[in-house]
Nanobody, 121 residues
Framework: QVQLVESGGGLVQPGGSLRLSCAAS????????MGWYRQAPGKERELVAA???????NYADSVKGRFTISRDNAKNTLSLQMNSLKPEDTAAYYC???????????????WGQGTQVTVSS
């Protein structure tokens, strides 16, 4: 079983920056997608940024140019650098690693518990 733990959330003023980290319990050698999602009260969970198996990145239009997703060489840490934060970025942020090999030649997804980001004056 893989465990993901997010950290780095907190309160920041508009225009500020924050860096989120997601640590895995073990090295992930194979996956389809690593990503960051967020969910605000009364809203559905949405994809913020994704990193594919091939190394390409994708971002939600609302964060493009402001957020950057990255991972370390061991593939056991996923980060999200958030710059020029806006009040509408306020949400619980979750990391996810999807398409990870599991028993019986299956693939499964893993999710962290989330970390709160609040952007306010």
């Amino acid at each position: 079983q893989v465990q993901l733990v997010e950290s780095g959330g907190g309160l920041v003023q508009p225009g500020g920056s924050l860096r989120l980290s997601c640590a895995a319990s073990g090295t992930i050698f194979s996956f389809n997608v690593m990503g960051w999602y967020r969910q605000a009260p009364g809203k559905e969970r949405e994809l913020v940024a994704a990193l594919t198996r091939g190394g390409s990145t994708n971002y939600a239009d609302s964060v493009k140019g402001r957020f950057t997703i990255s991972r370390d060489n061991a593939k056991n840490t996923l980060s999200l650098q958030m710059n020029s934060l806006k009040p509408e970025d306020t949400a619980a942020y979750y990391c996810s690693i999807q398409g990870v090999p599991a028993a019986w030649n299956r693939l499964r997804d893993y999710w962290g518990q989330g970390t709160q980001v609040t952007v306010s004056s």
